[in-house]
Structures are given as C-alpha cells and as structure tokens.
C-alpha cells in the first residue's frame, strides 16, 4: 500500500471541501482505496489530506495530475491558499 500525503493552507474549509468533493470520480478511476481528512487543531486553515493507493506508481500518479491539472488551475483549486507539499509514502516492511 501506498499514501499519497498532502500538506497546504487553505482559505475555508466548506470552498476546499466542495472542489475536493468534485473530484471524487478522479480519486476513484485513480485507485484511491481510502481518503483521511485533518485540520490543524489550532489552525483551522492549513489541512492535511492522506490518499491511500493499491500501489506507489498510481499515488506518484495521482500526485502528478493534481499538480499539473488541478492544483495549477485556480478554478480546480478554490479553497487552496499556498502550494500543496505532497509526497508519496511507501509503507514500511514488515519488522
């Protein structure tokens, strides 16, 4: 398994949460398994979104798209405040 980990400041959550959800059909095509949404508690305004994928080749993937068709078109991206900082995390072998 795979985790596509995303970090950024928005402007509100309802906007960010409105074009996150319209993308939801993208997420399933991409192979998203499972998605964690989280707050900052003392700040409101910066986000932290985990995706989860069968494989690290879709998360680098999806991570692309969203840096070259979403997050680089205001119009895709209302509610995003600052540059996102995503990476992909690979899960660790078993101990």
Excluded: Y
Excluded at 5 to 30: G, V
Excluded at 52 to 79: C, H, I, K, M, Y
């Amino acid at each position: 398994m795979a985790t596509l980990h995303i970090e950024h400041a928005i402007t509100d959550f309802p906007t960010w949460k409105a074009a996150f959800d319209r993308f939801a059909a993208k997420r399933a095509e991409a192979g998203v398994t499972a998605h964690r949404i989280h707050l900052l508690h003392d700040d409101p305004t910066f986000l932290v979104l985990q995706l989860d994928f069968p494989t690290v080749a879709q998360a680098e993937s999806f991570r692309d798209f969203l840096e070259t068709r979403v997050w680089s078109t205001p119009a895709n991206s209302p509610g995003l405040a600052a540059t996102p900082r995503a990476r992909v995390l690979d899960a660790a072998p078993d101990q």
